[in-house]
């Protein structure tokens, strides 16, 4: 089938396709968290001295008695073969943004060659899967390769139905043999395990006496879009990339600001009641859907969970948006930018400290002037942001992502902090060294009667930041749609835990010296405002002026593509942050930039030959084929006294030879390898490659706006963004 039939037949598919059968989920109440091993479950099914043991863990961080683990194991395979399941399998995340899983049967085999079902405490505790076949930065040669999944007991197990059965899912870490982190969940406990011993200190000095422990909490908002598979099978680029590599604009798009907040499509709210149904299954509390700016765009949104189990269930989120859609005819894209010209998705990350005692950490109260604690951890945050802020910038630094920041619908790789005009008003005055209040919020009142007066909130909204103060909580809107949350998590936590430890020394020496509490905590705060406050900005984030002020005059780094960025994580200051505070040893975060570096060069180089053959095989042929018929209708016209400009065939043959061109050096490009070093690879995909695809896109574009639509071998930006 050609290509241009094959759009045919993608259109009449999709035309034709009769709608999904809606269906009505069960109540609420029965749904949730209903395929979960939750305390509930547990507390039934545990003897009671076995129970406290695990919720002690579970709630208090305490360290796990091992000797549990048998009865846990028992009662943990009673309940999922009670849901129909016969394998389990530990889950843990590669560094790979994805989710692997080793699938092994309950059954054991007697002498006497008959079966049982067995699940001992040992199984749950420990797995072996390979540790030298994921990602891992030289911690482990090939020859070296076993590595090990232990059990996160904070994060409870669940079961995962598909049409082929059921699964026991056990959230596990991943280690090496040596014992180096190969994961992304062991950095983000020991991360919250920092962050928690730096808070109780500060707490303690602010004279709290009951401290429960200090966890972080996260709530991601999931941007995303649907196309029809019947298209994405038709396009190379979308199979193997997850964006388009070309592809000319439509003549609408999101001009018309009609598409965010409108009215779900049929077909796209059957396939999110599908999505939810699942999720609450799983007692992930999606709160959120609507759509987003770019046609075909949506969001997802859950409640906000404590960091580590928020983590496991994003990656769930993404897992059952992509498998759901298969089963509506759909593909889900994650890429944060699939089509150019429109909006991409990220992923904002809502993050915010607090305990059962103490509350919200980031919670300023009605008169946030006198809340010390919101103030003290507010500042912290100040001061992390900004003697870290080119780690945040790292953290999410990615070939897709690249594409995204600084556009209209995503900050700027600058990274500051928006605080909002109250909380913005309260540390000026500490800045000049005395508190006098805070900026009162206000009603807002429409003037008609029948609508009602309501509180304002004390602060407005900023788009344009990447890291904003949004109430009782930091945004950090910077974050890729199609990246973990456990990376940008462990950096916050690190750096809030760096800060906390500094701002509880310099109190001790305040308090060792005489000064009064008061007077020390109002010192310390102007010591950060003073040296770290250049790192805050409220206004536009886009404008060329805040560029040029952020590195010209605060001297914030301006790190633009992921080439430049994912290098700081081999700064010295870097490498000690996370030392120091048993977060990361130089080894792992060695290991880090090699794979996240790997990882861009390789993207870069799979774009960069999709270009090349797309070019040759689809669009070149389809190019000259159109300049054969054109050239040949144009002489028999001319042969029956009809003359008519042969302009747009020049134009046409000058484009296609100026892109074989550009095709022939992107081609070359690719099989660069000898590099001094793995910066200097980077630096030549951003530099040399990224360009080259460019260029190469600009002259395909064009293309497809002057050869015949029967030809056109690749399904076009309006069939893909409209037909639905």
């Given amino acids: 089938m050609t290509g241009n039939a094959a759009r045919i037949q993608a259109v009449q598919n999709i035309t034709n396709r009769q709608p999904t059968a809606t269906t009505f989920p069960e109540p609420l109440s029965t749904l949730w968290a209903s395929d979960v091993f939750t305390l509930a479950k547990m507390k039934e099914s545990l003897p009671k001295e076995i129970f406290k043991s695990v919720k002690k863990t579970v709630e208090t961080g305490a360290e796990l008695d091992i000797s549990v683990a048998d009865v846990v194991a028992a009662a943990m395979k009673d309940w999922a073969l009670s849901k129909g399941a016969l394998y389990y399998a530990h889950v843990f995340y ?3 943004n994805a989710t692997a899983e080793k699938h092994d049967g309950f059954i054991s085999v007697q002498s006497d060659g008959s079966v049982i079902s067995e699940f001992s405490g040992k199984l749950l505790v420990q797995g072996e899967p390979d540790g030298s076949s994921f990602p891992n930065g030289g911690i482990r040669s090939t020859f070296e390769a076993r590595g090990y999944t232990a059990w996160d007991v904070t994060s409870p197990a669940y079961i995962v139905n598909t049409d082929n ?18 994961d992304k969940k062991t950095p983000l406990l020991r991360s919250n395990a920092a962050m928690n011993k730096a808070a109780t200190r500060v707490l ?15 709530g991601a908002e999931q941007e995303y879009f649907l196309v029809d598979a019947n298209f994405v099978n038709s396009r190379p680029d979308l199979l193997l990339s997850g964006r388009t590599l070309l592809g000319a604009s439509p003549a609408k798009g999101q001009q018309f600001d009609d598409h965010y907040f409108g009215a779900i499509p049929e077909r796209v709210q059957v396939y999110m009641q599908d999505v939810e149904e699942q999720l609450y299954r799983l007692g992930i509390p999606a709160k959120t859907r609507h759509n987003e700016v770019a046609p075909g765009q949506f969001e997802i949104a859950p409640f906000h969970e404590a960091a580590n189990v928020a983590t496991d269930h994003q990656q769930m989120i993404m897992t059952v948006l992509k498998n759901t859609a298969k089963k509506h005819g759909l593909v889900c894209l994650l890429h944060e930018k699939p089509f150019k010209g429109i909006n991409g998705s990220g992923k904002h990350v809502n993050w915010s400290v607090g305990n059962s005692t103490q509350g919200n950490l980031l919670d300023p109260g009605n008169t946030p002037h006198s809340n010390t604690q919101f103030l003290i951890f507010c500042a912290a945050v100040i001061r992390g942001v900004h003697k870290y802020g080119p780690l945040l910038r790292a953290v999410i630094a ?8 600084g556009a209209n619908e995503a900050p700027p790789a600058i990274m500051s902090v928006y605080l909002g005009s109250q909380i913005d008003n309260v540390f000026e005055q500490i800045s000049n060294g005395k508190i006098t209040g805070s900026l009162n919020a206000g009603v807002m009142d429409l003037g008609i009667s029948t609508l009602p007066i309501f509180n304002k909130d004390a602060g407005d909204r900023n788009r344009t930041s990447p890291f904003a103060f949004t109430g009782n909580r930091f945004e950090f809107r910077a974050v890729g749609s199609g990246q973990s949350v456990a990376g940008p998590l462990v950096s916050m936590n690190t750096m809030l835990a760096d800060s906390l430890n500094w701002v509880a020394d310099t109190l001790e020496a305040h308090l060792a010296k005489g000064v009064a509490l008061e007077a020390a905590v109002l010192a310390t705060l102007k010591e950060i405002i003073d040296t770290h406050g250049a790192v805050v900005f409220g206004g536009n984030g ?3 002026e805040w560029h040029k002020m952020a590195v010209e005059e605060r001297g914030l780094a301006n790190l633009k593509t992921a080439a430049d960025a994912l290098p700081v994580l081999k700064e010295k200051y870097i490498e000690e942050l996370f030392d120091k505070l048993g977060v990361l040893s130089p080894v792992e975060l060695a290991s880090r930039f090699e794979i996240y570096a790997e990882q861009y060069i390789l993207a870069i180089e799979v774009e960069a030959k999709l270009v090349v053959s797309m070019v040759k095989t689809g669009i070149y042929p389809a190019a ?3 300049l054969a018929e054109l050239s040949s209708t144009l002489s028999s016209l001319k042969g029956n006294g009809i003359t008519l400009d042969a302009g747009r065939l020049t134009t046409i043959s000058e484009s296609l030879n100026s892109l074989t061109a550009i095709i022939e050096k992107l081609s070359a490009a690719i099989a660069q390898h000898d590099f001094a070093t793995i910066e200097d690879h980077l630096q030549f995909c951003a530099k040399t490659i990224r360009p080259l695809m460019d260029e190469a896109r600009a ?14 071998p690749f399904p076009t930006y309006q ?3 409209f037909i639905k």
Avoid: Q
């Fill in 165 to 182: 059965g059921a699964t026991l899912c056990i959230p596990t870490v991943f280690v090496s043999w040596t014992g180096e982190a190969l």
């Fill in 699 to 712: 002259y395909a574009d064009s293309l497809e706006t002057e050869i015949s639509d029967e030809l056109w």
């Fill in 719 to 721: 069939e893909m963004l």
């Fill in 204 to 218: 303690s000095l602010l004279g709290n006496k009951d401290i429960a422990p200090v966890n972080s909490s996260c």
């Fill in 94 to 96: 590669p560094l790979t």
């Fill in 542 to 544: 886009y404008s060329a």
């Fill in 398 to 405: 990615s070939a897709s992502n690249d594409h995204r920041l």
């Fill in 624 to 626: 000259v084929k159109y």
